[in-house]
């Protein structure tokens, strides 16, 4: 059977530049002529008369409040993916979302992508010189992400012409057009901001959506997060526990439940503070807790006293190698915009 909707290439398939699933709606909608609510309404139908049941694409996705947006991983804009996919009569539409690590990350998506849109100005005057249609990347949707690594110019957020933040899409799908004042969502180039230090995470989460643009990531565990934190503590010596202490300590309090998936920003600093990328703890949480578990310390028998260097920072203070308890500070510089203060453990825990 054939496609009931004309051709559209995803934008940066297998790239970084990989385009986001609610950019590609909105040019679809604009391909076939008709608003991105036209076409939600068109895919209901057509699809509940292929399955011989009623499905409804609930059109409240189509705005991006609370990270529940089109390129996200939730319920109702699966529905959405599933739907385009099997009346383009293709399945690699949810390389464009974030579908593929939805087993491993918390269902609160709000901490993990953003609840409007993001874009480079330069990424879209480079798309228009080129001739090509201005897209949004899928990378932009994370909330992790505040620059463009390409340009290291800073993401815009807001409307340069009308100053509105882009909750929604435009009507016609044009990713180039403000929601509201149906202007181009380009700026004066004098005003980009430079930004030349990656955030926290920028490096992870790149690597995590080339990944995913190529069909991956490999998650074999029901729990990678959860599967990596168990095989760590079996394996730290007392000095680095007191580093995973201290780790889990800058982490989110809701990490401490390990049975809980994280959000993406709880699952980078773990990341960054453990050494180990986003990705490796997907795809090998084990391989990533070995590596993790080789930290660097000293400890002296006599005086219990301890330092340990870790990729976030440092910590020092008292140990018992008997029970794994003690005290002292933590300054890691490395995590987010820095942080520091007192860790205590008991027998490998907070
Ligand atoms: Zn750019
Ligand atoms: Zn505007």
């Known amino acids: 059977m054939s496609s009931v909707l004309l051709p559209l290439q995803p934008r940066g398939m297998g790239s970084g530049q990989v385009e986001a699933f609610a950019s590609y709606f909105g040019r679809l909608a604009q391909l076939h002529t008709c608003s991105i609510t036209q076409l939600a309404r068109f895919l209901s139908s057509w699809r509940s008369r292929e399955l011989g049941r009623r499905i409804t694409l609930n059109e409240s996705t189509l705005y991006m409040t609370n990270g ?20 383009m009569r293709v399945d690699i539409l949810r390389r464009c979302t974030l579908i593929p690590i939805r087993c491993a990350v918390s269902p609160q998506r709000f901490e ?17 010189e080129s001739g090509a249609p201005v897209y949004d990347r899928l990378l932009w ?14 993401l815009r957020t807001t409307c340069p012409a009308c100053g509105a933040t882009q909750n929604y899409q435009h009507r016609s799908g044009n990713p180039l057009l403000c929601w509201r004042c149906d202007r181009p969502l380009i700026g004066s180039a004098s005003q980009l901001h430079l930004v030349s230090e990656p955030s926290l995470g920028e490096r992870d989460l790149c690597e995590l959506v080339v990944t995913i643009a190529n069909g991956g990531p490999m998650i074999q565990a029901e729990n990678p997060f959860h599967a990596f934190q168990r095989a760590l503590n079996s394996i730290l010596s007392p000095v680095a526990s007191v580093v995973a202490g201290v780790a889990r300590i800058n982490g989110s309090a809701r990490a401490r439940n390990a049975e809980v998936k994280p959000t993406l920003r709880t699952m980078l600093r773990r990341a960054h503070a453990a050494g180990v990328t986003v990705l490796q703890i997907l795809e090998d949480p084990r391989g990533a807790a070995t590596v993790a578990g080789s930290l660097q310390g000293t400890f002296t028998p006599g005086s219990g006293a301890i330092t340990v260097t870790y990729t976030g920072g440092t ?9 794994g308890g003690g005290s002292g500070s933590y300054s890691a510089p490395n995590i987010g915009e820095g942080d520091a203060g007192n860790w205590t453990a008991n027998t490998g825990g907070c």
């Open 68 to 87: 529940s947006g089109m390129s996200s991983y939730g319920v109702c804009m699966e529905a959405y993916v599933d739907a385009v996919e099997h009346a």
């Open 315 to 323: 910590a020092s203070g008292t140990l018992n190698p008997t029970t």
């Open 141 to 154: 949707t994370l909330q992790a992400i505040t620059r463009c690594p390409e340009h290291r110019v800073a």
């Open 112 to 128: 993990s992508v953003r609840g409007a849109r993001a874009w480079c100005e330069q990424c879209f005057r480079d798309d228009l």
